[in-house]
């Protein structure tokens, strides 16, 4: 079994391998244009996951998959004569999504900022709630100070003041 740091050069050999042999391998005029984004390769070596995208439409990418799915066999001869390992790992085409996953990404991004613009447009003739100025300031005389001054001249009525519980005899 091969460490991790074996299996990611292995793997970037065959990107470099596959993407080098790709047009004179499939002689194909209906192959697209194909760009290998990552290959992965299992720490034992024996299986390589090729990720790849197809510039052009449905159609496009539908034919270039089977084409690739076609010429499997020879991509893998191809790279086993040029990697110099024992063992050839075999070969997995997947489509990667990463231009949709971008083009969905872009529309949100677009999304967000159209919100921004209506939050600003709102925000461009909206006033704060309250005062102006919500704080003391030392020269304004406070409104809260002559309540208190009303409410301390006012004594209770109970008739019980200066009397505990504890006094009784």
């Known amino acids: 079994m091969a460490d991790a740091a074996r299996a990611r050069k292995v793997a970037d050999r065959i990107k470099t ?16 244009f194909v760009t290998i984004t990552d290959v992965r390769v299992t720490n034992d070596l024996q299986h390589a996951s090729v990720f790849y995208t197809v510039f052009g439409d449905d159609a496009q990418r539908a034919k270039t998959t089977y084409l690739l799915e076609e010429n499997r066999g020879k991509l893998r001869s191809h790279v086993g004569k040029n990697l110099g390992i024992r063992l050839t790992p075999s070969l997995e085409f997947i489509a990667d999504a990463i231009p949709e996953t971008a083009a969905h990404l ?22 704060h709630a309250g005062d102006p100025d919500p ?35």
């Open 135 to 169: 704080y003391r300031h030392d020269d304004e005389p406070d409104a809260d100070d002559a309540d208190d001054a009303d409410e301390a001249e006012v004594e209770p009525a109970t008739g019980t003041a200066g009397t505990s519980g504890t006094d009784r005899a």
């Open 106 to 127: 872009e529309v949100l991004l677009q999304e967000a900022r159209e919100r921004d613009a209506a939050v600003a447009a709102a925000a461009a003739g909206a006033k």
């Open 17 to 32: 391998l596959i993407a080098a042999g790709l047009g004179s391998i499939i002689k194909d005029p209906d192959l697209g």
